[in-house]
């Protein structure tokens, strides 16, 4: 009689671990969920050329607004003012869902680090299974600009994010002769 009072125990001791388990992973799950609705990673597609890195993107949802932050580091010597940020969505099938482009203003000294955020117009729910790429597609600063063709740019991180091969996209490195001030031409001699 005494035996199956001792395997009685142990079979409710067994149950009550796998329902703690089961209600457990439940609750992980729901809470995975629900932060990823609040907060999506981002992966950087960092252009070497590009003087300016990007860091820790996210995607943060508030309401139904939805907010870019990240971390922005200057690897050149010129001050940079202004940036042309590129977001892309993909579906699981590797195919766009969605394409923002964000400007932002910035005073970034040579070679230091800034936090920007932004609101973006998203206009869809971003969902759980895509995949948000960002680059930087264009960077101003007082003497210079760099700036990489969008279509080369779009089909690079296109062939990324589904794990193709593809060729680095080019860089153009301009003078910015709009920003620059000339030089003043005496009518002294």
């Given amino acids: 009689m005494h035996k199956p009072s001792i395997m009685k125990k142990f079979i409710i001791s067994v149950t009550v671990q796998i329902v703690v388990a089961c209600l457990a992973a439940g609750i992980h799950h729901s809470w995975a969920a629900d932060l990823h609705d609040e907060h999506s990673p981002i992966h950087p597609f960092i252009v070497e050329e590009m003087p300016v890195r990007i860091d820790a993107a996210v995607l943060t949802k508030s309401g139904n607004k939805y907010s870019l932050n990240c971390s922005v580091t200057n690897l050149s010597d010129e001050q940079i003012t202004g940036l042309r ?105």
């Fill in 85 to 189: 940020l590129l977001l892309i969505s993909f579906d699981v099938e590797g195919k766009s869902r969605y394409t923002i482009y964000q400007t932002s203003k910035v005073e970034l000294a040579g070679h230091t680090s800034q936090d920007i955020s932004a609101v973006l117009q998203i206009k869809k729910q971003v969902r759980d299974d895509e995949r948000l790429i960002l680059s930087m597609q264009q960077v101003i600063g007082p003497q210079s600009i760099w700036h990489i063709d969008n279509a080369t740019l779009k089909a690079a991180i296109k062939s990324y994010a589904i794990g193709d091969q593809f060729s680095w996209p080019k860089v153009q490195h301009l003078h910015n002769l709009i920003d620059t001030p000339f030089p003043r031409i005496s009518d002294k001699p």
